[in-house]
Structure formats: structure tokens, C-alpha cells
């Protein structure tokens, strides 16, 4: 069956007077156009059916709210449109009820992705920076230890002084010993320490003796790991000069030139030693550093306790929701087949009073 067509305007409508003016249509026109809008049965392919069935979602208030569409979290509202079109295709709902359930759903599964997405955050805030917080960690670590180690030098530590009273002398030294121990255990203390020895052994090449500041360092930082050896360096300073005008004592300082000799041989042999010990050390801490670093990592793969806490009540609410939505959906189709569905059994969990 053709369509009618709308009655045509008069003459004195279309003349060039009123082109540009907009005229009011006939009630002939009005007519027909309601004749052929009840005729209209809308798209008639299946792509088109799909297009016309998603306009009620693309604008209806929860596609307008629950996707954030400006800032740094911005999200994508085509992504959303698709996976409400997958569940209108899944659910197929028919009337407005049905329609807004499976929005629900679809908003459902929006947001706890963003509870992944939350997590994932949680998780990279800590595993991101985790190696300049260890290396600077370390750094700070080994500075203290070296610096506490130095204080036995200083004021700070002389009877007189007075907070030498307020810790017994015990806890003092234990809390030294401890500090040189801890100076071992990193890769910077490491590094201190044969920085130290390599200074001492330039010293001895040129001198023939290590000074005398060299040698208090050598000593704060050694002694209680090796003592004799920071003894050694402690007193390994420059000799007392020798009277070469006495022909008497000429015998006497030749042997002491030997003896200086060999002194001068052993103390640099002690230093090429302590420092093999250190090499040996950084190899051993560099493998224990590495495995700690791993297991640190590892252990930041789940987000902090409150973090964890907040995510999973969160996760558990749009549960509820989601399945609550879909029972509801379910329901409603069921009655509009005309099959008999029960009421919802609603059970209390809470205390007999």
C-alpha cells in the first residue's frame, strides 16, 4: 500500500515573498503525516533493530552518570555503550522495568572493574618506587652506622661528658658494635669501608705510614669487627726521627730502617687483605640484597591492610547489588512468559531477641 501523499501549498504560498517565511501546514498535512506515522514499523534489519533498542540506554540516567567522562580517571563511554549492548543482546528486556535492570547490571560490572583498577593502583603505589626507596633506605642506613661508629672519637662519649652518665657503658659499646656489624650489611657501608683502606694504602705507598687522622677512622670503623687489625692502623703513624749524626747510633737505625720496612710490607698486606674480605662481602650482600628485593616485591603484591579492607567491602556491596539485579531481571521475564513464579524467600540472619 503507497503512502498518501501531504496536500500541496497555493500559489500565494510559494511565491518569492514568502519563501523564507515558515507556513503553517494544513489540516490536510496534518492528516496524512498521522497516517503514515501509524504505518511506520521502524528498521526492519536486525543491525538496525539493535541501534534503535540502545537509544533508551545511551541516554538514560545511569550511561549519563556512572561513566566518568572528564579528568584523569576519564573513562570511555563507548566501551560502556558496548557492554550494554552485549547484555541487551544476552538479556533481550522488553519494557521499561527490564530496560533499567539490565542497566543496573551493566553498571554493576562497570564498577567493579574499577575496583580491579583500584587495586592495581594500590598495588603499583609501592612497587613502583620500591628500588630508589631501597637504595636511598640503604644509603641512609650505612651513613648513620658510619657516623655512629665515629662518636667514640668524640666529646660525645668522654667520661666527663655529660650524657656518658645517663646509658651505662655496656649499652653504648653494644649499640657501637651494632652499628659497625649493620655497616657490613650494605652495599654503601661496603663501599665506605674499602674507600677508607684504599685512602690508608695510598698513604702508605707515599709515606711510608698512614696518618694519623687515617689511622682514628680505620679504628672507629674496625674495631669491633677486627681489632688487632685497627690497632695496627691506629699506631701505624709516622716514626720518631732518628739523630744520624751520631756514628754510635748509626747500626741502631739502619736495623730500625728494616724493621720500619717490614712493618711498612705487613701493614700493607693487612689493608690488601681487609679489602679482599670486603670484595668477598659485597658479592655475598649484592646476592642477598638482590633476594630481598625480590622478596619485598612480592610481598607488595597484595595492597596494605586498610587498602585490602575498604576494596573488598566495596567489592562485596556491588556483588549484592548485581545479584540482586539479575535475580530481579530474571523474575520479571519468567512472569512475563506467564510462567509461575514464587515470591523471594527472604531469610533473617540477625539475633532472636
Known sequence: MSLEEPAKDSPAQSSPANLFRKQPASERKIQANRRNALRSTGPKTERGKRTVARNAIKHGILAREVVITAGDGKESSEEFH????QLWEEYEPVGVVEESLVQRIAACWWRTARVLRAENGEIRKRLDTLAMD?????????NRDLAFSQMAGLDLYRIEHQGYQRSSLTNRWSAMQVAQSDLRNHLSGLAKLSALLQKAKSEVARDGCISEETGKEIFHAFYFWDYSFALICRYAGRPEAKI???????AVG?????????????IDESIDQRLEKISTLEHDVKKRESLTADAE???FSLPPADATDKLLRYEAH???QLYRAMDQLERFQRQRRGENVPPPININLGRRR
Open 134 to 142: 631501597r637504595a636511598l633506605r640503604n644509603s641512609d642506613n650505612a
Open 244 to 250: 744520624e749524626d751520631r756514628p754510635s747510633e748509626k
Open 254 to 266: 739502619e736495623q730500625t730502617d728494616r724493621k720500619r720496612a717490614a712493618f711498612v710490607s705487613f
Open 318 to 320: 556491588l556483588d549484592r
Open 82 to 85: 558496548a557492554l550494554v549492548g
Open 297 to 299: 616485591a612480592r610481598s
